[in-house]
Each structure stands twice: as structure tokens, then as C-alpha cells.
């Protein structure tokens, strides 16, 4: 035993051979030596806090209730492109990751999928407390910053901002963020590869993010996905309105399954039962046989699937359209093929730096299409799955392998990423169906897809009600409970066509995403009701 551990055994034995009275007394003596030693501390940390000369530069700031309006210009990190030399601004933005390095502090703050690399340092005019307080902020808060912007000596690769950086001299809490987050935002964004750059290989599973889903969606590339999303909207728009089309707001609670079978969800309307719309399918039709001619409408869909795939949902927003024809329905299938290709063009055109910020987190191939939009024939796609091995029936439906095969198949023979199958058997459709004038076994109707999956089904519709009686009552369909429907034909209805498209599944697939969860923002299914 050495001479340290020698003194320590002696104190030991020391301690033990002292009476009880002094050892009270010993207890009593450290005691006070502790409490003097916390004063002194207390009295040092409030002198610091007196002597601290940038005290008003820093701190947290009262609870924003619009008490009054600051004439005070708050500029976005993404316009933070150039030296601003020595003019003095305002960001405001959430502390991204923050680290102190002696007397300096280096954090990032973020909008949305913008960041900018900012510096505090020691100085005449910051103290020490100052630097110490912003590295004690907690990630996620949201900070109001002045400084200065400065072309920075060395590239940021960490940040969007990559060419200038900003040097600090306020910093004040507008909103503090609790210390332990569910999930990191940088593990949240880290790249879905399989082998991580960085040799981490941490990725936060998709329960935890959905659980936590104001978090996740902080990340750039979500920021970025329903950039894209709210962008298909607009290009469904403005297209078909230049085509003539009037938007219209349909029932999402109806008296009947408006697509027939149980997938339903049942909910109580008064005195009585109704049901959430599985589409807006009937309403459309019946806006036709009102002279509006050409209608689209964007809303909620529900269907009760027990589906817990990758692309189904029990809640989705539906893209709707239907458009009274002159002589074929091919006007129709023509004109959403050049919608869907308006799209994918405005898509690449507008939202590039999205689109890269989304396959930067997801890797993916960019999406292929022809102009004019590739089109097969059912017994086409038949042909060529046959060709592959695949054992399939004149009259059966596309299975979602068979689905997948062939798009892999039309892609290495055409090489798109999107085409239409038309001519589908009228044996696979619904009721409501118009059949092939030629060949009874067929029908006027047809499915889009992309990268191998359906995301649009839409037909020429029977507009003669005594033929959609006839065709419903023949499939088992309650004549009583679409009374209405046949109704709106009895006082002359024009030849029409449309469809519904799926808004989550297309954004899934044109991003080339592997769940339609990432493109809905507060997913429904099965297993999920909140938040």
C-alpha cells in the first residue's frame, strides 16, 4: 500500500476511535465548510452576472402576446447568399446543433430545409457568460439572432448556406425546446443507404418517427416531400383549368357505399347511419348531367381496407376528375395522359433543388415518361407478362406482383417510368362501367401507372339508366340505395369519362419512395389513428 492509501486508512481509523459527540461535531464542521464553499460560489456567480457587460445582449425573452409590433425586418437564411458587409440583421430560426470550443461558440441555426453556420465569440463587446448561455440553449429552440453575414474562408459542407456564415453579436430565446427529444433531427435525416458515409448506420425506425411526427417533419428532406406534394396540386390545377375544368366540393358523408362492397366506414348521422365517402364518384357523374361539362374536385377519400401495405391507406386525398366527351372516351384517356406529362415536366422544372434535397435522405432513379404518354391495350400488357412466365387469364385482374412485372417489362422495352393500360374486362369493373361496343367481355376503361403501380383507374361511365340498372341490379347492387344516382340520367346525361388518382401514392412514386407514409403527412391505416 502506498503512502496515499496508508493516510487514508489512518483517517479511517482515526474517525473510528472519536467519540460519538465529535463525530457529530466533525459532521457539523464539514457541513458548514460546505455551505460557506456554496456562498462563495453563489457570490461569485452573481458578481459575474453584475460585472457581465453584454448581459442585454442575451437571454430569454418574455412570451410573445402580440403586445407590440417591432418595426424589426427578420431575414430568411435562403436570401443569406453574399457579404452583407457591416450591416446589422435579424434571423430567427431553430438551434439546429451548437457546440462551445474555448471562447467561442459555433451553432447552426434552421428554416426549414435552409441552415447557416453562425459564430459567437469572446469579446470587448460579448463576455464569456454570453457564450456560455447560448451553448447552453437546447436543440430545436427557436432563437432570435442578430450579427453580421461574412463570406466565410473555408467551405460549409455541413450547411445549405455553404459560402458565408454569420457573426453573432444577440442572441434571445423566443421559444425553448425541452433537452430530451424523442428523436434527433440529424439521425432523422440521415441518408436511407445501406452503407452510411459517415459509419454510423443510424436510422430512427418509422414508428418512432410517425409517433413523433412534428419532429420528423422538421427534417429537409420532409420539408422538401410536401413541397413536391403541395406542387402536384397546383400543376393538377392549373392544368385542367386551362383546359376548361370547373373545381367542385363533393359530400364526404353519403347515404350509400358509393363504390359498392363493405369497405365502408359507418359512422352515426343524426337519428340514423351513414357512411364516409370511398370516393366522389356518383357527385361527379351527377355535376355531368347538370351541363357542367368538365369537373375536378380535391378532397378526403376513406376506405376501411385492412390493406397494411406500402402504398394503401384508409384515409387518402383524392384527385378527381370527370369530363363529358363528344364521340370517344380516348378524348379523355388523351387528355390525362397529357396531364400527367404537364406534371412530370412541371415537377422536373420547378422543384429541382427538392427533389434533390429529398433523394440526397432517399436515394432514387429520377422518373422517366414519353410525350405523348406511352398506351397498351390489356391483352398487350398480357401478352408481355406471358412472354415472362407469368400464367394469367383474358378475364383476370393485375395482381400487385404482376403489376410490378410489368412495369419493370414496359420499362426496359420502352423506357418510361408511366403508361396507361386500356380495354380492361368489364368483368373486373364496377357496375357502373360502359362495356366495349365490339367485344362484350371488355369494357371503355382503363388504369395509369407509375414505376409499376396503378395510380389512376377510370372508365367511360354508363349515362343510359335503364343500361345501369340492368348492369347493377345484375352484379347485386340495392337499386334502392343509388335510386338518386339513376335518377340524375332520367333527364338526358351526355357520354362522359374520368378517374381518381391517388395524391400520396403519386408523390411516392414519381420521388421513388418506398412507403406512401412518408407522403402522407398524418397517415391513417389500419394501425394508426394519431397524432
Given amino acids: 500500500m502506498g503512502v496515499t492509501g496508508d493516510a487514508a486508512a489512518n483517517e479511517t481509523e482515526a474517525k473510528t476511535t472519536l467519540s460519538k459527540k465529535a463525530l457529530k461535531k466533525l459532521a457539523k464542521d464539514e457541513e458548514k465548510a460546505s455551505k460557506k464553499k456554496a456562498r462563495q460560489a453563489d457570490t461569485e456567480s452573481k458578481q459575474e452576472e453584475e460585472n457581465d457587460y453584454s448581459k442585454d445582449l442575451y437571454g430569454k425573452l418574455p412570451m410573445i402576446q402580440s403586445k407590440e409590433k417591432l418595426q424589426r425586418k427578420l431575414f430568411s437564411i435562403n436570401s443569406l447568399d453574399k457579404d452583407f458587409g457591416e450591416e446589422l440583421i435579424w434571423v430567427r430560426g431553430r438551434l439546429h446543433t451548437s457546440r462551445v470550443k474555448g471562447k467561442q461558440c459555433f451553432f447552426v441555426l434552421r428554416q426549414t430545409q435552409h441552415t447557416i453556420q453562425c459564430l459567437l465569440s469572446v469579446s470587448e463587446k460579448t463576455s464569456k457568460q454570453m457564450v456560455k448561455f447560448v451553448g447552453g440553449v437546447t436543440k430545436e429552440s427557436i432563437i432570435d439572432v442578430e450579427g453580421y453575414i461574412k463570406a466565410s474562408p473555408i467551405k460549409i459542407e455541413s450547411c445549405s448556406q455553404q459560402n458565408v456564415e454569420m457573426h453573432v453579436s444577440k442572441v434571445f430565446v423566443v421559444s425553448a425546446s425541452e433537452a430530451r427529444l424523442p428523436l434527433q433531427i440529424e439521425d432523422a435525416s440521415r441518408p436511407e443507404i445501406e452503407n452510411d458515409p459517415d459509419g454510423l448506420n443510424i436510422h430512427v425506425n418509422q414508428d418512432t418517427r410517425l409517433d413523433n411526427r412534428v419532429l420528423d417533419l422538421r427534417t429537409a428532406a420532409n420539408n422538401a416531400i410536401y413541397t413536391v406534394e403541395g406542387g402536384i396540386c397546383e400543376l393538377f390545377r392549373s392544368f385542367l383549368h386551362g383546359k376548361g375544368f370547373k373545381e367542385i366540393h363533393t359530400p364526404k358523408i353519403i347515404s350509400a357505399a358509393s363504390e359498392g362492397g363493405a369497405n365502408v366506414f359507418e359512422v352515426k348521422y343524426c337519428e340514423g347511419l351513414a ?3 370511398q370516393s366522389p364518384q356518383l357527385y361527379k357523374q351527377m355535376a355531368i348531367t347538370a351541363d357542367f361539362d368538365r369537373v375536378y374536385t380535391i378532397g378526403s377519400v376513406f376506405r376501411a381496407e385492412n390493406s397494411n401495405t406500402h402504398r394503401h391507406l384508409c384515409e387518402f386525398i383524392g384527385l378527381d376528375l370527370e ?27 420547378r422543384f429541382s433543388k427538392e427533389i434533390e434535397t429529398i433523394h440526397k435522405q432517399f436515394p432514387a432513379e429520377p422518373f422517366k415518361f414519353l410525350e405523348p404518354s406511352l398506351r397498351l391495350d390489356y391483352s398487350q400488357g398480357l401478352a408481355l407478362l406471358r412472354e415472362a412466365g407469368v400464367e394469367i387469364g383474358d378475364e383476370d385482374d393485375l395482381s400487385t406482383p404482376d403489376e410490378k412485372l410489368l412495369g419493370k417489362i414496359v420499362k426496359a422495352k420502352y423506357d418510361t417510368d408511366f403508361y396507361i393500360l386500356d380495354k380492361f374486362p368489364l368483368a373486373i369493373r364496377p357496375f357502373y ?4 361496343a365490339v367485344n362484350p367481355k371488355l369494357s371503355n376503361s382503363y388504369d395509369m401507372f407509375m414505376r409499376g403501380e396503378e395510380i389512376i383507374s377510370g372508365a367511360q361511365r354508363i349515362h343510359d339508366p335503364d343500361f345501369l340498372s340492368e348492369r347493377a341490379a345484375s352484379l347485386g347492387v340495392d337499386l334502392e340505395k343509388i335510386k338518386s344516382y339513376i335518377d340524375s340520367f332520367r333527364y338526358g346525361a351526355p357520354p362522359h369519362a374520368g378517374g381518381g388518382i391517388g395524391l400520396e401514392r403519386v408523390c411516392m412514386l414519381y420521388l421513388g419512395l418506398n412507403n406512401i407514409r412518408k407522403t402522407s403527412m398524418f397517415p391513417r391505416d389500419p394501425k394508426r389513428l394519431t397524432p
Avoid: Q, S, W
Wanted: aromatic share 18%; glycine share 6%.
Fill in 275 to 277: 357512411y364516409l365517402a
Fill in 323 to 349: 369530363m363529358a366527351f363528344n364521340y370517344h372516351y380516348h378524348e379523355v384517356v388523351d387528355l390525362i395522359g397529357e396531364m400527367f406529362v404537364e406534371i412530370f415536366k412541371g415537377l422536373r422544372d
Fill in 433 to 436: 362501367t360502359m362495356p366495349d
